[in-house]
């Protein structure tokens, strides 16, 4: 486990279903109605209650889906986390398609979301570097800046966790973390 911005970044290695927060966010696709990966994990853990609420919010406000970069919310089930946050990562093509601004957004609107639940502690997967195969480090480079970006302009959520499904993964976003920070000191 390593801590940043003094202590409201905590980046770490786990299964994020087993997360006691207050939200724990899912990459999902758009059609919110499941998939593998983290997605996969938390609809099995969190049980049908989840998968029903995503069914209505499709009824009823999101009949073509929800797009890439947006995020909306549901309880979390069986799960521990109160909130499930689904939001739809880009599919990573050549980098030139808004992939980066994409991502920053999934960030950036699931924790306004969080924040608007009155959500504390918050833990994010590492969204599309997955089955939507984006590279690990530059996701890393965008999460590590958003999140940051988010946390120095507001005081909810208090707490972000990042977390990691590997050891590897882990170790690649606290690297890059150390660098942009490392660059950033540099400059002043
Ligand atoms: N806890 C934490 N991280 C996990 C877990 C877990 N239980 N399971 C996987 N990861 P992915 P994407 C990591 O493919 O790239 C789904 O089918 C995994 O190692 O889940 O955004 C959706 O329905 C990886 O680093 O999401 C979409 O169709 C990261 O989570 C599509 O996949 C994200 O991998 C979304 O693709």
């Not at 770490?12 to 997360?19: L, Y």
């Not at 970069?69 to 909130?83: E, F, H, N, S």
Request: glycine share 12%; with cysteine; aromatic share 10%.
């Amino acid at each position: 486990m390593t801590e940043f911005y003094n202590g409201r970044l905590i980046a770490t290695i786990g299964d994020i279903t087993d997360f006691e927060v207050d939200a724990i966010v899912n990459a999902a696709n758009s059609s919110l109605l499941g998939g593998g990966g983290v997605d996969g994990a938390i609809h099995r853990r969190g049980g049908p209650a989840i998968l029903q609420e995503c069914k209505q919010l499709r009824r009823h406000s999101l009949p073509d889906g929800l797009p890439t970069g947006k995020a909306v919310i549901t309880g979390g089930g069986r799960l521990a986390a109160r909130y499930v946050i689904h939001t739809v990562g880009p599919v990573w093509q050549d980098g030139n398609r808004r992939e980066d601004a994409l991502l920053e957004a999934c960030y950036r609107n699931s924790l306004d979301l969080a924040a608007g639940h009155a959500a504390t502690t918050v833990a994010f997967p590492a969204i599309s570097t997955g089955v939507y195969g984006f590279p690990r480090e530059r996701a890393a480079r965008v999460a590590f800046g958003a999140i940051g970006e988010y946390l120095y302009r507001n005081t909810v959520p208090r707490t972000v966790y990042c977390v990691f499904f590997s050891h590897d993964d882990y170790q690649e976003f606290v690297d890059e973390a150390n660098a942009i920070l490392q660059a950033v000191n540099d400059q002043e």
